[in-house]
């Protein structure tokens, strides 16, 4: 079993930064892919970023490249999604999963773990 721990959401305003980070426990954290992802109310989960195993590949929605940044570090057990210049439609509940894989995917259906979640709010 792993362990999972979002923290770092708020409520700010359209425009500025915001670090998420996601704490975990349980297994070797470097055996597995770490994903974000967020769900809008009324909405499904999405993808927005995953990271490799090394930390060295990573993947992003559309939606979200250029803006957001994901990173590990194995040594702290913890992946962080750092948001620059954020907007109103980024609201949402963000979630961190994982994976034991090899390479990164956006699926949801893929994903072992989850984390409880962090709400994020950006007005305007």
């Known amino acids: 079993q792993v362990q999972l721990v979002e923290s770092g959401g708020g409520l700010v305003q359209a425009g500025v930064s915001l670090r998420l980070s996601c704490a975990a426990s349980g297994r070797t954290f470097s055996n597995y892919i770490m994903g974000w992802f967020r769900q809008a109310p009324g909405k499904d989960r999405e993808f927005g970023a995953a990271?490799?195993?090394?930390?060295?590949?990573?993947s992003y929605a559309d939606s979200v490249k250029g803006r957001f940044t994901i990173s590990r570090d194995n040594a702290k057990n913890t992946v962080y999604l750092q948001m620059n210049n954020l907007k109103p439609e980024d609201t949402g509940v963000y979630y961190c999963a994982a994976a034991e894989a090899a390479r990164v995917f956006s699926s949801v259906a893929r994903y072992d773990y989850w984390g409880q979640g962090t709400q994020v709010t950006v007005s305007l």
């Open positions: 990271i490799s195993r090394s930390g060295i590949t990573t």
